[in-house]
């Protein structure tokens, strides 16, 4: 309990436990009926790769999904946190669960936020009669702002957000319906926890189907980072100022649970860590007995490790990490805004071990960091990125899930 309010990890925690207990009960009877035992008990959605494609989505928890008969589409809102190094850019990771702070509102002067005005624009675009964003919860003032966004626009616009978590002016849904509104573009921000949620959102996984695309593309403007699931110590960068290790928990988000290092070798990088053995999790994450029973429980994925991409410096001589809107959907993507947070560099060479938290790296995602808007030619950019990743993530998600009815 922080100030009379439960952390983030133990808010997610109370209501994965449950879901977990019930998801193992069901997966031990399978065993029992197949007679063999079945990968990623309790947990299913992390043998996804195992899966026979294409997997169907649950009616109601629909993420990427267009219904032609009916004309109702599903698509998501992601953010992505991308690195600029050497004029190119590195898809840290994707995000649901994005969230349309106010803090990055604020960096525009328009009444309507952009974003919100252009995925209504969107919804018009394509022929919808009416938007449904659906989040965990939207506060008052962004319930109010999408609705004049269809006002202005000639488009219903009606927010939803789950129904345990109170949204003044929202429409209060446990999941989408069954049978989806005609005319009607629903649009999702949050995790549901489904199986195509965990496909987009986690970081081992999203890693793996988006270098498997972007390989396949042959583009040189967007890259991935190379993600193992076992220790691999890359090369010291020549600028003594940088890490060369990341160690990440790959359900995790906010910048929890991150940790870089400079290491010449394994032994070191361990000894840095503070690993006893490969697949324990870094006594560096300080996380408590509770903590860790509560990772055990609830199953947070995988502990992973990544080369560290250094960031190019900006003309005022900052770092910065971008954070891309992009909405996506069986029928278009679009970009949708971009705007970056930004820190000041090391100054002194860094020594070996691993990065303390207060260090000024802004890789970490330290919230707090100031947010600014990025230069024309940064959003352009951005534009062409966001314009090359949807077409990957849309190939890879039609290979593996029906996004559609039979």
Not at 16 to 38: I, Q, S
Not at 251 to 279: H, N, S, T, W
Not at 381 to 399: F, M, N, Q, S, W
Request: net charge positive; aromatic share 8%.
């Amino acid at each position: 309990l922080a100030d009379g309010r439960l952390s983030p990890f133990w808010a997610e925690a109370l209501h994965r436990v449950p879901d977990r207990l019930a998801t193992t009960a069901f997966d031990l009877m399978e065993c029992v009926r197949a007679g063999r035992w079945l990968a990623c008990v309790g947990q299913a959605r992390q043998a996804i790769d195992a899966i026979a494609s294409p997997i169907p989505q649950h009616p109601r928890y629909r993420g990427y999904w267009y219904d032609p008969s009916r004309n109702a589409l599903v698509g998501m809102v992601l953010g992505l946190d991308i690195i600029q190094s050497s004029g190119r850019y590195y898809l840290l990771e994707m995000n649901l669960d994005a969230g349309l702070l106010p803090e990055r509102h604020a960096l525009y002067a328009e009444r309507i936020d952009p974003l919100v005005a252009e995925i209504v624009a969107v919804g018009k675009e394509l022929g919808f009669r009416r938007v449904v964003p659906y989040a965990r919860h939207w506060s008052a003032e962004q319930v109010a702002e999408f609705i004049a966004a269809g006002t202005a626009a000639g488009v219903v616009v009606t927010p939803a957000c789950f129904s345990f978590i109170s949204s003044p002016g929202a429409e209060p849904i446990t999941a989408l319906p069954e049978a989806l509104e005609r005319d009607t573009f629903y649009l999702v921000f949050s995790s549901r926890h489904s199986p195509l949620d965990y496909y987009v959102h986690d970081k081992l996984c999203s890693a793996r189907w988006f270098e498997a695309g972007v390989r396949a593309s042959g583009d040189g403007l967007v890259r991935s980072i190379p993600t193992y699931t076992r220790m691999t110590i890359p090369p010291l960068h020549p600028d003594p100022r940088w890490p060369n290790l990341v160690a990440k928990l790959a359900d995790f988000d906010m910048g929890q649970f991150v940790l870089m290092a400079k290491v010449r070798d394994e032994a070191e990088a361990r000894a840095a860590l503070g690993q006893d053995r490969p697949e324990a999790i870094p006594r560096a994450f300080r996380l408590s007995r509770l903590m860790r029973l509560g990772n055990f429980l609830t199953h947070r994925g995988h502990l992973i490790y990544q080369p560290f991409i250094p960031p190019d410096i900006d003309s005022d001589g900052l770092i910065r990490k971008l954070r891309l809107m992009l909405l996506v959907s069986p029928l278009a993507s679009r970009f949708l805004s971009v705007h970056a947070a930004v820190s000041p560099p090391p100054d002194a060479p860094l020594g070996f071990g691993t990065v303390t938290r207060d260090t000024t790296l802004l890789l970490t995602g330290l919230p707090g960091l100031p947010r600014r808007r990025v230069e024309r030619r940064v959003e352009e950019e951005a534009a062409t990125a966001a314009a090359k990743i949807g077409p990957i993530l849309d190939r890879a998600v039609r290979a593996k899930f029906l996004i559609g009815p039979a």
